[in-house]
């Protein structure tokens, strides 16, 4: 079974810019998180949809942060302007609310790696 | 609020040691609680789970027992080997499809 997968891996780029990250969750999987990770701290939730509608934005910061998720399916999420402190890993996690054995199991992708010089 | 506070690490061992990483939550309601493990240049993939009071999860030699008494959950492991050098990270979701509250991480080292 595919799991969650991102893109890119890693990305550089100057205070000021914008990037975006890209998430495809497990198929069939209606919930979607994105979570931030900086260094030596633990994830953070940024933002959780339910099929293409949000959850959880309350610690989005939305005057730079933007999410969305089209059909319910993949997700993008994006910076702009980056500042310094928007550096760390960036992690798409998908769960199920079906009832099979992994019923709520978040299932985490490898990270984006974001650098902001 | 809800919070997960981990002992700092790095924790270094040798082989076949005795691995206690200590958790404690606050929250109100009644929590799930998990253990993630990242190991290098991989995800974070979920190690073991409870879901309430005096559950004990249990995974690859790994354990740990739902204590709402103490608000602690720590992670244990008889005897460590070298490949279970990574970061753990404790959790606690507080329903099922919620969001997932992470502690800092604590690193372990394990050495031949």
């Known amino acids: 079974e595919a799991g969650v997968a991102q893109s890119p891996r890693y990305k550089i780029i100057e205070k000021r810019q914008s990037v975006a990250f890209w998430c495809n969750p497990i198929s069939g999987h209606a919930t979607l998180y994105w979570y931030q990770q900086i260094l030596g701290q633990g994830p953070k939730l940024l933002i959780q949809f339910q099929n293409n509608g949000v959850v959880d934005d309350s610690q989005l910061p939305k005057d730079r942060f933007s999410a969305e998720r089209l059909k319910g399916v993949d997700s993008t999420l994006k910076i702009q302007p980056a500042k310094l402190e928007d550096s760390a890993v960036y992690l798409c996690?998908?769960?199920?609310?079906?009832?099979?054995?992994?019923?709520?199991?978040?299932?985490f992708g490898q990270g984006t790696r974001l650098t902001v010089v | 609020g809800n919070s997960v506070t981990q002992m700092e690490g790095p924790v270094t061992l040798s082989e076949e040691a005795f691995l206690t990483i200590n958790c404690t939550y606050t929250a109100t309601g009644y929590p799930s609680l998990f253990w993630y493990v990242q190991y290098p240049g991989e995800g974070l993939q979920l190690l073991l789970k409870?879901?309430?009071?005096?559950d004990k999860g249990s995974n690859k030699g790994f354990e740990a027992t739902y204590r709402k008494e103490t608000t602690s959950f720590h992670l244990e492991k008889g005897s460590v080997q070298v490949s279970d050098s990574a970061v753990y990270f404790c959790?606690?979701?507080?329903?099922?499809?919620?969001?997932?509250?992470f502690g800092q991480g604590t690193e372990l080292s394990v050495k031949p």
């Open positions: 996690a998908s769960s199920t609310a079906d009832q099979t054995r992994d019923r709520g199991r978040a299932f």
């Open positions: 959790a606690l979701r507080r329903n099922q499809g919620g969001k997932l509250i």
């Open positions: 409870a879901t309430k009071a005096d």
